[in-house]
């Protein structure tokens, strides 16, 4: 999970530097390439393209696509602190599903965990209190689909091999998107292609080592290495971008680390 969040943010790191492409486009060649990576990969290796649990795999590319669609909802149309606040808490729905998908009880202990890491987070990015109803519903919709999709994963832990749940991710993603993408094109220019390359290296890598986590380890445990993920997006801010942040900001980067070191203590 470590590794899969350090992969996460070199790749939010390559999205940065092409914002001036329309997100959704991204996704789409993110999703091209997972999707014809993880293809090449199964047949060299003689493994059902397709696996198994049919059913489960395809309620876990759904419940990702939901997850990712409504959390670029959120960061398009409400404050990016609070966008980011409200997305964080898909580790804390992770958990809680766990209790009845895969039936891995949570010590209560670690529920002051977790808001301790949320508390983080939020001094860390700050909360706008006067995003709607409605854009607050839809991104913790978001948020309880990715941990949705977290759960099915440990659910497949027997069944199928990590590269064929990360097949059915973009297989289930990439019509949404291409239709966007038609509508919106814009077409990427000199380094774009580089970049866009290596995003979908970035997220292939990423998502091989984040679904091999899910399927090995303790649900709420690995879940919570997810707020680490502010971390190395502030450790590339501030030596990329120039990004600095206050002592209020480091406050809460200490309460986010604090609560990850006790859940996996624990």
Same mark, same amino acid.
């Given at each position: 999970?470590?590794?899969?969040?350090?992969?996460?943010?070199?790749? =939010?790191?390559?999205?940065?530097?092409?914002?001036?492409?329309?997100?959704? $486009?991204?996704?789409?060649?993110?999703?091209?390439?997972?999707?014809?990576?993880?293809?090449?990969?199964?047949?060299r290796d003689n493994i059902p393209v397709f696996g198994n649990n049919k059913p489960l795999l395809i309620l876990?590319?759904?419940? *990702?696509?939901?997850?990712?669609? *409504?959390?670029?909802?959120?960061?398009?149309?409400?404050p990016l602190a609070s966008a980011v606040t409200i997305n964080y808490l898909s580790p804390f729905f992770t958990?809680?599903?766990?209790?009845?998908?895969?039936k891995q009880p949570v010590k209560p202990i670690r529920f002051l965990y977790f808001a301790i890491a949320i508390?983080?987070?939020?001094?860390?990015?700050?909360?706008?209190?006067?995003?709607?109803?409605?854009? @607050?519903?839809?991104?913790?919709?978001?948020?309880?689909?990715? *941990?949705?999709?977290? =759960?099915?994963?440990?659910?497949?832990?027997?069944? $199928?091999?990590?590269?064929?749940?990360?097949?059915?991710?973009?297989?289930?993603?990439?019509?949404?998107?291409?239709?966007?993408?038609?509508? %919106?094109?814009?077409?990427?220019?000199?380094?774009?292609?580089?970049?866009?390359?290596?995003?979908?290296?970035?997220? %292939?890598?990423? %998502?091989?080592?984040?679904?091999?986590?899910?399927?090995?380890?303790?649900?709420?445990?690995?879940?919570?290495? =997810?707020?680490?993920?502010?971390?190395?997006?502030?450790?590339? *801010?501030?030596?990329?971008?120039? $990004?600095?942040?206050?002592?209020?900001?480091?406050?809460?980067?200490?309460?986010? @680390?604090?609560?990850?070191?006790? =859940?996996?203590?624990?």
């Amino acid at each position: 999970m470590l590794l899969a969040g350090l992969f996460f943010a070199l790749m =939010n790191v390559c999205v940065k530097y092409v914002s001036h492409i329309p997100t959704l $486009e991204v996704v789409f060649f993110r999703s091209l390439f997972s999707l014809i990576a993880s293809y090449v990969i199964l047949k060299r290796d003689n493994i059902p393209v397709f696996g198994n649990n049919k059913p489960l795999l395809i309620l876990r590319g759904i419940a *990702g696509c939901i997850g990712l669609v *409504g959390s670029f909802y959120t960061l398009q149309n409400i404050p990016l602190a609070s966008a980011v606040t409200i997305n964080y808490l898909s580790p804390f729905f992770t958990a809680i599903l766990g209790i009845y998908i895969v039936k891995q009880p949570v010590k209560p202990i670690r529920f002051l965990y977790f808001a301790i890491a949320i508390i983080g987070v939020m001094m860390l990015k700050g909360f706008d209190p006067r995003i709607s109803p409605l854009d @607050l519903i839809i991104g913790l919709t978001a948020a309880l689909f990715s *941990g949705l999709a977290y =759960n099915i994963i440990s659910k497949l832990k027997t069944s $199928e091999h990590p590269l064929v749940i990360i097949f059915y991710f973009p297989l289930i993603t990439l019509p949404f998107v291409t239709a966007y993408t038609i509508l %919106q094109w814009q077409t990427p220019i000199g380094w774009d292609w580089g970049i866009l390359l290596l995003i979908g290296i970035f997220t %292939q890598i990423a %998502q091989y080592y984040m679904t091999l986590s899910y399927q090995t380890a303790n649900l709420a445990k690995v879940a919570s290495l =997810n707020y680490l993920g502010v971390v190395y997006a502030l450790i590339f *801010g501030y030596f990329l971008f120039q $990004e600095t942040f206050s002592q209020y900001a480091i406050l809460g980067f200490i309460l986010i @680390l604090v609560a990850v070191v006790l =859940n996996v203590r624990k």
